[in-house]
């Protein structure tokens, strides 16, 4: 299950964006009971087993639950696609024209005609979307989430006796993708993982849940297995239930499925709004150029239906031809080339180890001005180093090391890379006997608020202590005395001035710093929360070294040459960030930590953010706060994260990038998921999402302009000739063979120019492109009207098929040749050309309209054979128009730029 489905679905329903609670939900009798009953009654109940399910047990329940997905779009049969596609408005315009020409016309060849084009235009279309959905459902498919479930499977010893008895069979923990989960089936959970369905604790061990996306709460709740109370009345306030669409922050349980897919919680909320989602910027601008193209269709189509039935007088006819010209206007070809060209994209950056998982987000990365990323893991090796643990002298000391040891081994929630190069030290288990002499009593878990995490140990079943390691400043908030060889001290103002000047000079010599701390606890005490995080005797420092990746300089400068502007987003503290970012050439142009961008208002923050590039100590909320500053400045964000604390700005983004070997929650949070760590790769990225952004704005302003010339040149046409400038039939041809020319913009190159700066989606540059471009093809309509009504005498009724193929020739030429005109800021096939598809498909088609009227189908289309002069004057209309247009353009970019 996504989380960015989980938002959008919370967005629609509150009316709020990304971090809106659902309000309080009604208490489940079913549930309730559940929660209510011990750990041997609900296996019973759910007809489960202690050590889990049999497989053929799991395959029943498969077959009857059905998978453990949320409500989504139904994954339609073939058959049903083509039938949509047959049924959309504009093919069923194509067949009311077959019927009328069947049945009312009585012209078997135009209608077999139109109904062949139906055929070509559903089957071109669906060829290439099915392709390339299919492609792009492969590539999701290589990034799935999973879940640890006990299964009973055979022993060896079964399988050589053959037997299936119980007695033959073992438990075992496998990983199985989520969507495989049924009702009863035993998982464990740890920290990072999302809890895939709504489940019932077994037992649990210092859990914690985020439920912030249900309940709206921040900080995590601890859940525990004990049996709820009868006084509960809301359902999220059950603490021994767990729902989908939370995750673990730490600590580890045991828990049974209750419901899975549409029968959880969420899954009823995702039912009752399924296929709605919130709308990116570029499908907005799509849907608006849509609409202005049927707006140009409701006031042309009435408008040339009324103006030839009137000088006509075949009202018939009017109509028909009118419902051509409706036809010929409408882009029907958008959706395929949209799709084809994110599917391309995906494909490439697949080849590049990038795994899209939402088509939509390849054109944001495209338009991505700025990307926000922590600096562990991306600037850095990701492989931390343990250098140094020293005292409050600033002197090596193993003492400080054996109470980290302590604190990292014994905690339970996700080991972070400080964790793991703590626990690398494997002597300092053996040092302090470990096994033996000490017991784990209680865990106080970290959170991004604290920025600490607690143990509570016993030694020798003795005293307790409280070991606590996080942030220096964090630490020394909450301790009053220093421990310095043995001898416990009062902490002053000037003993903190020490420490701090000390853990200064450490980080900017590139140390990632922790304090540790500790506090004897009374032994009869067995539960432990934050208020026992007082008083504490600080011992040392532990400081870790994090070193810069090779290609992170030559990364951040590419991006910075394509316009993208890295900022870096932090736990960490601002001196060694600092430091990091000038060992990769990252100037940094201002600094922000948390506690000031907390004391500041929105308006405040808007403004600090474009001048600052390292945000530092932030919460997970202050992280998704920035990315929402700079949203209201009108960026395009990305954010690269892979930590439980990147869920809400992953959301929070335009573009959420993780990677491969990220924690649950911020693989399903993202829209990309990275095979390879590294800045070099979101290079990759952001250009393949700029050539699909470029080939798509080609077809548009192809498209647009051309529609609008021709509102002209029809319009004008009918009210001046005494007969149709074009057959329906001819509209009709032009049309089809015009979208198969399109077809190959997918392919197509985009100039490196193009590629240097963002670009986003601007509904007013190709309004403007339309009004200046569009005009000049209907200019060089009327030149060929004026060329074939006075210099070839087709200007009565019995010469209408002279007029109509000369004019439909023409427009079907200089139609398929602009393309290269347009596509391109620089001089066409000289400084710039065309992928050979592009060209092939160009060149049949003019190949194909000049073929036509010499063709078998001459008088079935309503074609005659032009006149041999007709050719040069064409050629000269063509040349003359080519000029002129690409001077226009050249005229545009100056004034208006190239988007």
Same mark, same amino acid.
């Given at each position: 299950m996504?989380?960015h489905?989980?938002?959008?679905?919370?967005?629609?329903?509150?009316?709020?964006?990304?971090n809106?609670?659902?309000?309080?939900?009604?208490?489940?009798?079913?549930?309730?009971?559940?929660?209510?009953?011990?750990?041997?009654?609900?296996?019973?109940?759910?007809?489960?087993?202690?050590d889990?399910?049999?497989?053929?047990?799991?395959?029943?329940?498969?077959?009857?639950?059905?998978?453990?997905?949320?409500a989504?779009?139904?994954?339609?049969?073939?058959?049903?696609?083509l039938?949509?596609?047959?049924?959309n408005?504009?093919?069923?315009?194509?067949?009311?024209?077959?019927?009328i020409?069947?049945?009312?016309?009585?012209?078997m060849?135009?209608?077999?005609?139109?109904g062949?084009?139906?055929?070509?235009s559903?089957?071109?279309?669906?060829?290439?979307?099915y392709k390339?959905?299919?492609?792009?459902?492969?590539?999701?498919a290589?990034?799935s989430?999973t879940?640890?479930?006990?299964?009973?499977?055979q022993?060896?010893?079964g399988?050589?006796?053959?037997?299936?008895?119980?007695?033959?069979?073992?438990?075992?923990?496998?990983?199985?993708p989520?969507s495989?989960?049924?009702?009863?089936d035993?998982?464990?959970?740890?920290?990072?993982?999302?809890?895939?369905?709504?489940?019932?604790?077994?037992?649990?061990?210092?859990?914690?849940?985020?439920?912030?996306?249900?309940?709206?709460?921040?900080?995590?709740?601890?859940?525990?297995?004990?049996?709820?109370?009868?006084?509960?009345?809301?359902?999220?306030d059950?603490?021994?239930?767990?729902?989908?669409?939370s995750?673990?922050?730490?600590?580890?349980?045991?828990?049974?499925?209750?419901?899975?897919?549409?029968?959880t919680?969420f899954?009823t909320?995702?039912?009752?709004?399924i296929g709605?989602?919130v709308r990116?910027?570029?499908?907005?601008?799509?849907?608006?150029?849509?609409?202005?193209?049927i707006?140009?269709m409701?006031v042309?189509?009435?408008?040339?239906?009324?103006?030839?039935?009137?000088?006509k007088?075949?009202?018939?006819?009017?109509?028909?031809?009118?419902?051509?010209?409706?036809?010929?206007?409408?882009?029907?070809m958008?959706?395929?080339?949209?799709?084809?060209?994110?599917?391309?994209?995906?494909?490439a950056?697949s080849?590049?180890?990038?795994?899209?998982?939402?088509?939509?987000?390849?054109?944001?990365?495209?338009?991505?001005?700025?990307?926000?990323?922590?600096k562990?893991?991306?600037?850095?090796?990701?492989k931390v180093?343990?250098k140094?643990?020293?005292?409050?002298?600033?002197?090596?000391?193993?003492?400080v090391?054996?109470y980290?040891?302590?604190?990292?081994?014994?905690?339970?929630?996700?080991k972070?890379?400080?964790?793991?190069?703590?626990?690398?030290?494997?002597?300092?288990?053996?040092?302090?006997s470990?096994d033996?002499s000490?017991?784990?009593?209680?865990?106080?878990?970290?959170?991004?608020?604290?920025?600490?995490?607690s143990?509570?140990?016993?030694?020798?079943?003795?005293?307790?202590?409280?070991?606590?390691?996080?942030?220096?400043?964090?630490?020394?908030?909450i301790?009053?005395?220093?421990?310095?060889?043995?001898?416990?001290?009062?902490?002053?103002?000037?003993?903190?001035?020490?420490q701090?000047?000390?853990?200064?000079d450490?980080?900017e010599?590139?140390?990632?710093?922790?304090?540790v701390?500790?506090?004897?606890m009374p032994?009869?005490q067995?539960?432990?929360?934050?208020?026992?995080?007082?008083?504490?005797?600080?011992?040392?420092?532990i400081?870790f070294l994090?070193?810069?990746?090779?290609?992170?300089?030559?990364a951040?400068?590419?991006?910075?040459?394509?316009?993208?502007?890295?900022?870096?987003?932090?736990?960490?503290?601002?001196?060694?960030?600092?430091?990091?970012?000038?060992?990769?050439?990252?100037?940094?142009?201002?600094?922000l930590?948390?506690?000031?961008?907390e004391?500041?208002?929105?308006?405040?923050?808007?403004?600090?953010?474009?001048h600052?590039?390292?945000?530092?100590k932030?919460?997970p909320?202050?992280?998704?706060r920035?990315?929402?500053?700079l949203?209201r400045?009108?960026?395009?964000?990305?954010?690269?994260?892979?930590?439980?604390?990147?869920?809400?700005?992953?959301k929070?983004a335009?573009?959420?990038?993780?990677?491969?070997?990220?924690?649950?929650?911020?693989?399903?949070?993202?829209?990309?998921?990275?095979?390879?760590?590294?800045?070099?790769?979101?290079?990759?990225?952001?250009?393949?999402?700029?050539?699909v952004?470029?080939?798509?704005?080609?077809y548009?302003r192809?498209?647009?302009?051309?529609?609008?010339g021709?509102?002209f040149?029809?319009?004008?046409?009918?009210?001046?000739?005494?007969?149709?400038?074009?057959?329906?039939i001819?509209?009709?041809?032009?049309?089809?063979?015009?979208?198969?020319?399109?077809?190959?913009?997918p392919?197509?190159?985009?100039?490196?120019?193009?590629?240097?700066?963002?670009?986003?989606w601007?509904?007013?540059?190709?309004?403007?492109?339309?009004?200046?471009?569009?005009?000049?093809?209907?200019?060089?309509?009327?030149?060929?009207?004026?060329?074939?009504?006075?210099?070839?005498?087709?200007?009565?009724?019995?010469?209408?098929?002279?007029?109509?193929?000369?004019?439909?020739?023409?427009?079907? &030429?200089?139609? !398929?040749?602009? +393309?290269?005109?347009?596509?391109?800021?620089? %001089? $066409? =096939?000289?400084?710039s050309?065309? #992928? *050979?598809? &592009?060209?092939? !498909?160009?060149? +049949?088609?003019?190949?194909?309209?000049?073929? %036509? $009227? =010499?063709s078998?189908?001459s008088? #079935? *289309?309503?074609?005659t054979v032009?006149?041999?002069?007709?050719?040069?004057?064409?050629?000269?209309?063509? =040349?003359?128009?080519?000029?002129?247009?690409q001077?226009?353009?050249?005229?545009?970019?100056?004034?208006f730029?190239?988007?």
């Open positions: 996504s989380d489905v989980l938002q959008r679905l919370l967005s629609l329903i509150t009316g709020k964006k990304n809106a609670a659902i309000p309080a939900p009604k208490m489940s009798v079913a549930l309730a009971e559940i929660a209510r009953l011990d750990a041997n009654a609900v296996i019973e109940k759910l007809d489960s087993h202690a889990g399910l049999l497989p053929e047990e799991a395959e029943i329940r498969l077959e009857k639950f059905g998978k453990n997905l949320i989504r779009e139904e994954h339609k049969s073939i058959p049903r696609q039938a949509e596609r047959l049924l408005p504009l093919n069923v315009m194509l067949l009311v024209l077959v019927l020409n069947f049945f009312v016309l009585d012209d060849e135009s209608g077999t005609i139109v062949m084009m139906v055929v070509l559903v089957s071109l279309s669906f060829i290439q979307e390339s959905n299919n492609a792009a459902e492969k590539l999701r290589m990034v989430t879940a640890t479930v006990m299964r009973q499977i022993s060896e010893a399988q050589l006796e053959g037997s299936e008895s119980k007695e033959s069979r073992k438990s075992a923990r496998l990983e199985i989520i495989e989960l049924v009702p009863g035993v998982i464990w959970l740890s920290a990072g993982d999302i809890i895939p369905a709504d489940i019932r604790l077994l037992s649990a061990r210092d859990l914690f849940i985020n439920q912030a996306a249900l309940t709206g709460e921040s900080l995590p709740s601890e859940k525990f297995p004990i049996l709820a109370n009868d006084t509960t009345t809301n359902m999220l059950l603490n021994n239930i767990c729902f989908m669409g995750h673990v922050t730490s600590g580890t349980a045991k828990a049974i499925v209750v419901r899975t897919g549409t029968q919680y899954g909320l995702a039912r009752s709004i709605q989602r990116t910027s570029f499908e907005k601008g799509i849907n608006r150029f849509t609409w202005l193209m707006r140009f409701l042309m189509v009435p408008l040339v239906f009324i103006i030839n039935g009137f000088t007088g075949n009202w018939m006819e009017a109509f028909i031809f009118a419902m051509a010209v409706a036809v010929g206007l409408t882009p029907e958008l959706p395929m080339i949209v799709t084809v060209n994110l599917s391309k994209g995906a494909l950056m080849r590049k180890k990038v795994i899209v998982k939402r088509l939509n987000s390849i054109q944001n990365f495209g338009a991505m001005d700025i990307l926000c990323t922590d562990t893991g991306t600037l850095t090796q990701d180093i343990m140094r643990c020293v005292n409050l002298n600033g002197e090596d000391g193993d003492e090391l054996q980290a040891y302590l604190n990292s081994f014994y905690q339970s929630g996700l972070n890379l400080l964790d793991v190069a703590i626990l690398q030290h494997v002597e300092v288990r053996k040092d302090l470990l033996r000490y017991q784990k009593i209680d865990e106080i878990p970290f959170d991004f608020v604290r920025r600490r995490m143990v509570v140990v016993a030694k020798n079943e003795a005293q307790h202590i409280l070991v606590c390691k996080g942030a220096v400043e964090e630490i020394l908030s301790c009053t005395r220093g421990e310095l060889n043995g001898q416990a001290f009062e902490l002053t103002a000037e003993h903190r001035e020490e701090a000047r000390l853990t200064r450490l980080n010599d590139g140390f990632r710093v922790v304090a701390a500790h506090k004897d032994p009869s067995s539960v432990y929360t934050v208020k026992d995080e007082c008083e504490l005797t600080l011992i040392g420092f400081a994090d070193p810069p990746k090779d290609s992170a300089a030559q951040i400068a590419a991006l910075e040459r394509y316009g993208v502007k890295v900022k870096i987003l932090t736990g960490d503290g601002d001196i060694v960030t600092r430091k990091i970012c000038r060992e990769v050439n990252l100037v940094v142009e201002n600094t930590l948390g506690n000031a961008i004391a500041m208002s929105d308006e405040e923050l808007s403004r600090q953010v474009e600052t590039t390292v945000f530092a932030l919460s909320a202050q992280k998704a920035v990315i929402g500053a949203h400045n009108g960026h395009v964000v990305g954010f690269l994260g892979d930590g439980i604390n990147d869920g809400a700005a992953l929070a335009d573009v959420g990038v993780s990677v491969d070997t990220a924690v649950d929650i911020a693989k399903e949070s993202a829209d990309i998921i990275l095979l390879e760590k590294s800045l070099l790769v979101l290079e990759e990225g952001v250009l393949e999402g700029r050539k952004f470029g080939n798509i704005t080609k548009i192809m498209g647009a302009s051309s529609n609008f021709n509102m040149s029809v319009l004008g046409a009918s009210a001046w000739l005494p007969f149709l400038p074009m057959a329906p001819q509209v009709l041809t032009n049309n089809l063979l015009y979208d198969f020319s399109q077809t190959a913009i392919t197509d190159q985009i100039d490196d120019e193009y590629l240097l700066k963002p670009r986003q601007n509904i007013g540059d190709i309004a403007k492109f339309m009004i200046i471009l569009g005009p000049i093809s209907s200019i060089f309509d009327y030149v060929t009207f004026f060329v074939m009504y006075y210099g070839f005498g087709a200007n009565i009724i019995e010469k209408a098929p002279l007029f109509q193929t000369g004019w439909f020739v023409e427009s079907i &030429l200089s139609q !398929t040749l602009i +393309i290269h005109i347009i596509r391109t800021s620089k %001089l $066409p =096939f000289i400084e050309r065309a #992928s *050979l598809p &592009l060209i092939l !498909t160009s060149l +049949i088609i003019c190949v194909v309209g000049i073929w %036509l $009227p =010499f078998p189908f008088s #079935s *289309l309503g074609f032009l006149p041999s002069l007709f050719w040069p004057a064409v050629a000269l209309i063509l =040349f003359a128009y080519f000029v002129l247009a001077l226009a353009k050249l005229w545009f970019i100056r004034r730029g190239w988007n």
